[in-house]
C-alpha cells in the first residue's frame, strides 16, 4: 500500500493538468523534428505553413505522421496505406494490392489498332500515339515486367532521389496492382492520406501473350517537368529492372532494416544521373 501510495503522489491530481504536460512533451518532440526537417530536408520551406499548422493543430498527430513516413517498415509490415485509399481517404476500400483493380488498354486506347500486330509493330504504335500528348511512354518486355512484378512484392515502398538545381528531393513510390504512385516525400510527411500524387505509371498487360509490356506515365506539371519524370521512371528501371548488387542491397536495407538505410547511400547510386 505504501508503495502505491507513492506512486499515486507522483501523478498529477488533475487530469487536466497530466494532459497538458503529455501534449507539452508531444510539442516539444514535434520541434526537435522540425528543426531535423530543416537541416536534412531542402524542400522543408516550401511546405513550411502547412507543417507549422499541423504542428499546431495536433504534435502527436504530426509526430505519428513523421513517424510512419521515416519507418515505413515495421516488423515486416507496411506501415502507409495503398494509394488507392489514399486519393479517396473517406471510402473504405481494400489494401491488400492483389484486390485493387489493374487499370485497362480498353481505357485509353482502341485495342483494334494493335490486336494483329507483332510486338515490334505494337511498340512502334504506342509509341507513335503518344508522342503528341503530354506522358511518358514506353515497353518491357515480359521478362523485365516479371522482374519487376517480382521486387515491388518484396519492395512495395521506396525512395528515389530526384536531382533538383538546389540538391535532391526525395520522391515516395508505391505498387499498387500494375501501377507504380510517388508523391514528394515531404508533401507526404505533411498531408499523409491527402497527399497528391506526382506521377502515375501504369503496366498495361494486355498484349502479354506476343511478349510486350506498355507503360503509360501521367504526371502533375505543376510538381514536374517532363525531364524530371523521365527521370523518375528511369531510376525505377534501376531498381527494379535491372540486377546491380548494391541497388539491390538498398532495397533490402530500406525494406527489412530500415534503421540502417542512409539517404546519402541512395543518392550516390544515383548522383551520376542528370536531367537533360
Not at 522540425?34 to 505553413?49: G, M, R
Not at 485509353?108 to 511498340?123: R, T, Y
Not at 524530371?228 to 532494416?257: I, V
Request: hydrophobic residues 40%; charged residues 30%; proline residues 4%.
Amino acid at each position: 500500500m505504501e508503495c502505491a501510495r507513492k506512486v499515486l503522489r507522483i501523478l498529477p491530481r488533475n487530469p487536466q493538468t497530466f494532459r497538458r504536460s503529455i501534449a507539452m512533451t508531444s510539442s516539444s518532440r514535434a520541434k526537435e523534428v522540425i528543426e531535423q526537417l530543416k537541416e536534412t530536408n531542402p524542400y522543408y520551406f516550401k511546405y513550411a505553413d502547412k507543417i507549422a499548422k499541423m504542428q499546431q493543430t495536433s504534435a502527436e498527430e504530426f509526430l505519428d505522421r513523421i513517424e510512419r513516413v521515416m519507418k515505413p517498415i515495421v516488423d515486416g509490415k507496411s506501415q502507409a496505406r495503398s494509394y488507392s485509399e489514399l486519393l479517396n481517404p473517406k471510402e473504405k476500400l481494400a489494401t491488400d494490392q492483389a484486390e485493387l483493380p489493374h487499370k485497362k488498354l480498353t481505357d485509353i486506347m482502341k485495342m483494334e489498332l494493335i490486336a494483329d500486330k507483332n510486338a515490334e509493330e505494337i511498340s512502334q504504335i504506342w509509341i507513335e500515339y503518344h508522342k503528341t500528348k503530354d506522358v511518358l511512354a514506353a515497353t518491357l518486355t515480359t521478362a523485365q515486367y516479371e522482374t519487376l512484378t517480382g521486387r515491388a512484392k518484396e519492395h512495395p515502398i521506396f525512395l528515389l532521389p530526384l536531382p533538383r538545381s538546389e540538391g535532391f528531393e526525395f520522391i515516395l513510390l508505391q505498387f499498387a496492382a500494375n501501377t507504380v504512385h510517388f508523391t514528394p516525400l515531404l508533401a507526404y510527411q505533411v498531408h499523409h492520406e491527402n497527399a497528391p500524387e506526382c506521377l502515375t505509371l501504369v503496366h498495361y498487360t494486355e498484349m502479354q501473350d506476343k511478349g510486350i509490356i506498355l507503360m503509360r506515365g501521367e504526371y502533375d506539371t505543376k510538381v514536374l517537368t517532363a525531364q524530371e519524370a523521365q527521370c523518375l521512371a528511369n531510376e525505377l528501371q534501376m531498381f527494379y529492372y535491372m540486377t546491380d548488387e548494391n541497388k539491390l542491397k538498398l532495397l533490402e536495407t530500406f525494406t527489412k532494416r530500415p534503421d540502417d538505410f542512409k539517404h546519402m547511400d541512395l543518392i550516390k547510386e544515383v548522383e551520376n544521373i542528370q536531367l537533360v
